[in-house]
């Protein structure tokens, strides 16, 4: 069955500096992969998604970005983080014509 | 475009009492159609899922049904617990192109014992 690793869970970090947030699946291969965030007391907003290796598809403007190095491998990037990129950030996965899976999620606070 | 509106929260009923989370889709093709649920700090789980026209979709004493003439997949449960408190989110997704998900916006429900 297919698992997805995201970490790390929680983070806080200063207006400004660079951010990383990884994602790595296991049991299943080319699957697509999702990124969306949550902003406190709202919904699920998708920011990126990708159908396959160095192929991302951003769906709103915005100082992130995605890249997509290896076939389970999704990284979740920013040079500069503003304080309103906090929020709880889902990795998820879609491996075919089935429902989604989702990662536990990153909790990030921008300060 | 494809979007999914969600009854508004927050929804707070007693324990026992009788849900029904309403939701609607538009859509350009025929999606599969999903409830999930999210406890509080963790992320999203499957709740149900229904993937053609008249599929009902059941888990956990929940339901709902693919309504294809009124576009609509609505949550219901007969006697909810305190433990069922949670934000629930309606979703859709396509089988063509990149099969992305399309949330709702998430309907906080607090069950009072």
């Known amino acids: 069955s297919q698992t997805i690793h995201q970490w790390p869970a929680t983070l806080v970090q200063p207006v400004g500096s660079p951010l990383s947030l990884e994602c790595t699946v296991e049991?299943?291969?080319?699957?697509?992969l999702y990124w969306y965030r949550q902003a406190a007391g709202r919904g699920l907003q998708l920011l990126f998604y990708s159908v396959g290796i160095g192929q991302i598809s951003s769906e709103v403007p915005q100082n992130l970005s995605a890249s997509r190095p290896q076939d389970r491998q999704f990284i979740l990037s920013s040079k500069k983080l503003l304080l309103s990129d906090s929020g709880f950030y889902l990795c998820g996965l879609r491996p075919d014509n089935t429902e989604a899976f989702f990662g536990q999620g990153t909790r990030l606070t921008v300060v | 475009g494809d979007s999914v509106t969600q009854m508004e929260g927050p929804v707070t009923l007693s324990e026992e009492a009788f849900l029904t989370i309403n939701c609607t889709y538009t859509a350009t093709g025929y999606p599969s159609l999903f409830w999930y649920v999210q406890y509080p700090g963790e992320g999203l789980q499957l709740l149900l899922k229904?993937?053609?026209?008249?599929d009902k979709g059941s888990n956990k004493g929940f339901e709902a049904t693919y309504r294809k003439e009124t576009t609509s997949f609505h949550l219901e449960k007969g006697s909810v617990q305190v433990s069922d408190s949670a934000v629930y989110f309606c979703a859709l997704a396509l089988l063509q192109g990149a099969q992305k998900l399309v949330f709702g916006q998430g309907t906080r429900l607090t069950i009072n014992p």
């Open positions: 049991g299943t291969s080319n699957p697509n």
């Open positions: 229904a993937t053609k026209a008249d």
